[in-house]
Nanobody
Framework: VQLQASGGGLVQAGGSLRLSCAAS????????IGWFREIPGKEREGISY????????YYSASARGRFTISKDSAKKTVYLQMNDLKPEDTATYYC????????????????????WGRGTQVTVSS
């Protein structure tokens, strides 16, 4: 499974970005997708997750209320709509896939995912 994250950029505080995670596999709907972010010197943080059928989503405390995860099976793409961005959201964002279903905070463990895309940089200026 190849994943490609895109949509990052430079935005002012309070602005919005929509990240995309495009998958190459024809069995896209088998996979559960997580979004992570990483700041240099810190651990990779799991911020959102969507189950393969789109029926379950999770958000970290930092993402809840501002970020929305969704998927378009026809386009084999998962989106992360990020609103009201803050300077502390500045990070490299990654998407990851697993055919394992997660419950609760399990989705936030990077080692639970088998496939990773390249990151996309998000920079939020104050």
């Amino acid at each position: 499974v190849q994943l490609q994250a895109s949509g990052g950029g430079l935005v002012q505080a309070g602005g919005s970005l929509r990240l995309s995670c495009a998958a190459s596999t024809p069995t896209f709907d088998r996979y559960n997708i997580g979004w992570f972010r990483e700041i240099p010197g810190k651990e990779r943080e799991g911020i959102s997750y969507i189950r393969s059928d789109g029926g379950v989503t999770y958000y970290s405390a930092s993402a809840r209320g501002r970020f929305t995860i969704s998927k378009d099976s026809a386009k084999k793409t998962v989106y992360l709509q990020m609103n009201d961005l803050k300077p502390e959201d500045t990070a490299t964002y990654y998407c990851a896939a697993s055919d394992r279903t997660f419950y609760g905070a399990d989705y936030q463990e990077p080692h639970h995912y088998e496939y990773w895309g390249r990151g996309t940089q998000v920079t939020v200026s104050s």
